[in-house]
């Protein structure tokens, strides 16, 4: 099975995030600035948001898919305010025409003194367990 992992990280939450992810599946961890080139069969994708929303960058990245290069995609993703990035990525894939897995993951991020520490050890090692299931 081939597996890409692609994020966007402002303040770095989601790149500590995408690490645990390469650690699990051994696939690398890239940045959105990096196209899938080739196909996959499961797209782990995530992202934080700011202002309610995800970064633009991100939502570049999504319309660039397609599902001939993309089989799946698994969100994950962290926010402290809002409850979930996740909603926004999955209704941009689905656009798209991708399929997005219903299984997905989001933690708590920080912004400044709010959830502080976040995604901390914990965060991290619920999201070690998720990706073990979704393989």
Same mark, same amino acid.
């Given at each position: 099975? +081939?597996?890409?992992?692609?994020?966007?990280? +402002? &303040?770095?939450?989601?790149? +500590?995030?995408?690490?645990?992810?390469?650690?699990?599946?051994?696939?690398?961890?890239?940045?959105?600035?990096?196209?899938?080139t080739e196909e996959v069969d499961v797209l782990y994708?995530?992202?934080?948001?700011?202002?309610?929303?995800?970064?633009? +960058?991100?939502?570049? &990245?999504?319309?660039?898919?397609?599902?001939?290069?993309?089989?799946?995609?698994?969100?994950?993703?962290?926010?402290?305010?809002?409850?979930?990035?996740?909603?926004?990525?999955?209704?941009?894939?689905?656009?798209?025409?991708?399929?997005?897995?219903?299984?997905?993951?989001?933690?708590?991020?920080?912004?400044g003194p709010l959830h502080a520490g976040h995604p901390?050890?914990?965060?991290?090692?619920?999201?070690?367990?998720?990706?073990?299931?979704?393989?």
């Open positions: 099975m +081939k597996i890409a992992i692609r994020y966007f990280s +402002k &303040f770095g939450h989601s790149a +500590k995030m995408a690490d645990v992810v390469a650690e699990v599946t051994g696939a690398s961890a890239k940045t959105v600035e990096f196209p899938i994708l995530g992202s934080g948001v700011m202002l309610g929303k995800i970064n633009g +960058k991100m939502v570049d &990245f999504i319309k660039s898919l397609t599902p001939g290069k993309v089989r799946k995609v698994i969100c994950f993703g962290s926010c402290a305010i809002i409850k979930s990035p996740v909603p926004q990525m999955q209704k941009l894939l689905e656009a798209q025409g991708i399929a997005v897995d219903e299984r997905s993951f989001t933690c708590r991020g920080s912004m901390n050890k914990k965060d991290l090692d619920n999201l070690r367990q998720f990706v073990e299931s979704t393989l």
